[in-house]
């Protein structure tokens, strides 16, 4: 099993910026991908940014130049989201995800929420 621990929400005014942590323990297998995905009210939840154990990353278009996924160079099991220029519609709870597609396998963290005031 691979646990998820999140961290780093939290309340910022429009233009701010804040840096969600998410740390993978247990079973991990390579290679395998981790990433945030974001879920606003009355949304589906969508795709933010990943990050493969190779170091490739993947946006989507809206946070492109604002938001960074990084992985820790010597905790390479923790990936970071230095998230930008914040607007209010990037209000939403975010998760962290695993994913180990060579066995199908994925989790998910228990989110952490980040609210952009205007």
């Known amino acids: 099993q691979v646990q998820l621990v999140e961290s780093g929400g939290g309340l910022v005014q429009a233009g701010g910026s804040l840096r969600l942590s998410c740390a993978a ?13 974001r879920q606003a009210p009355g949304k589906q939840r969508e795709l933010v940014a990943t990050i493969t ?23 390479k099991n923790t990936v970071y989201l230095q ?13 962290c995800n695993y994913e180990c597609r060579p066995i199908k396998y994925v989790r998910w963290g228990q989110g952490t929420q ?3 005031s205007s």
């Open 53 to 75: 154990s190779g170091g490739y990353t993947n946006y989507t278009d809206s946070v492109k130049g604002r938001f960074t996924i990084s992985r820790d160079t010597i905790k």
């Open 83 to 95: 998230m930008s220029s914040l607007k209010p519609e990037d209000t939403a709870v975010y998760y």
């Open 25 to 37: 323990s247990g079973n991990i297998f390579s290679p395998n991908v981790m990433g945030w995905y």
């Open 114 to 116: 980040v609210t952009v």
